[in-house]
Nanobody
Framework: QVQLVESGGGLVQAGGSLRLSCAASTRIFSSYAMAWFRQAPVKEREFVAAVRWNGDSPSYAGSVEGRFTISRDVAKNTVYLQMNSLKPEDTAVYYC??????????????????WGQGTQVTVSS
């Protein structure tokens, strides 16, 4: 069982930056993938970014590519999401997710086995 704990959310003005962190309770192996999803009110949960723990190139949603960067610290079993040039439409609860089948699609929320509790990101205009 992997427990994920997110931190780093908050309130920021449009154009600002935030960095989210997600720490896993156990060692993450190269067979894992970790991802960030987000869910705004009355909207479905959507893919934001993902990284395979073996170091393959990360994957991003088109709406965040070029503004967000996902990275991992293998020694700390932690994944980060650096969010720059934030927009009001980025406002959502951001969730960290993990799965032990990195070869599967990275974009489908139902493929992930472990989820964090979520952290609120609010971008004011």
């Amino acid at each position: 069982q992997v427990q994920l704990v997110e931190s780093g959310g908050g309130l920021v003005q449009a154009g600002g930056s935030l960095r989210l962190s997600c720490a896993a309770s156990t060692r993450i192996f190269s067979s894992y993938a970790m991802a960030w999803f987000r869910q705004a009110p009355v909207k479905e949960r959507e893919f934001v970014a993902a990284v395979r723990w073996n170091g393959d190139s990360p994957s991003y949603a088109g709406s965040v590519e070029g503004r967000f960067t996902i990275s991992r610290d293998v020694a700390k079993n932690t994944v980060y999401l650096q969010m720059n040039s934030l927009k009001p439409e980025d406002t959502a609860v951001y969730y960290c997710a993990a799965k032990n089948r990195a070869w599967e699609s990275l974009w489908s929320a139902n493929k992930y086995d472990y989820w964090g509790q979520g952290t609120q990101v609010t971008v004011s205009s």
